[in-house]
């Protein structure tokens, strides 16, 4: 059986390196890369894959969304999240969407190797090791930000919204009125696409890192 793989990630060094050590392994054919998501989502249409490795911070359509369609249109699809984002909550969410691993992009190649054979012969892998750094969510946050042109009171409000919070409450915990928290909470959908509270939310809850527990 020869495995079909198709790599998503937006650094084509990183892709390139990939390729590198997988054609290196036995049993495994790589097909042509994707940058985004989108593109992804497009070969799909023309070829077939047996496994997917997938990046999460993508632009135009990013890892989770992707991921989610993926499931939908895609079930029989192997998926294998590799990511530099070292946080359990993110990984668990990631599991929880129905990707069958997780792992971290300074993951030894063996592992990755060993993490492939293991996907397509129907287990789950995921990373008993990953602990949460102060570090790591800094750099999460700051990435997410850039990302979707958000500012870091906008962030805050997003993680007060997940946690239940209404925009006068929100605003007695800023010391904003609630006019301000609703214009900033209308422009979080605009700048994230999302058309109501519902989707605001399972937006937060999709990057989990955002929802402080």
Known sequence: MCVRIIIADDHQLLIDGLVGVLNEAEGI???????????????????S????????????????????????QYPEIKILVLTNYNQPQLMEEI?????H???????????????????????????????PTEGDNHFFVDDFMKKFQLTRREVEIIRMVAQGNTSKEIGEQLFVSEFTVTTHRRNIMRKLDVKNLAGLLTFARAHGFLVET
């Open 95 to 99: 599991k929880r969407l129905g990707a």
């Open 49 to 72: 894959a047996d496994l997917v490795i997938l990046d999460l911070n993508m632009p135009e359509l990013d890892g989770i969304k992707t991921l989610e369609v993926l499931r939908s």
């Open 29 to 47: 054919s790589i097909l042509p890369s994707a940058n985004n998501g989108r593109q992804l989502l497009a070969q799909l249409k023309e070829t």
């Open 101 to 131: 691993g997780y792992l971290l992009k300074n993951t030894a190649a063996d592992v990755l190797k060993s993490a492939i054979y293991k996907v397509i012969s129907g287990e789950l892998v995921f990373n008993e090791y990953i602990e």
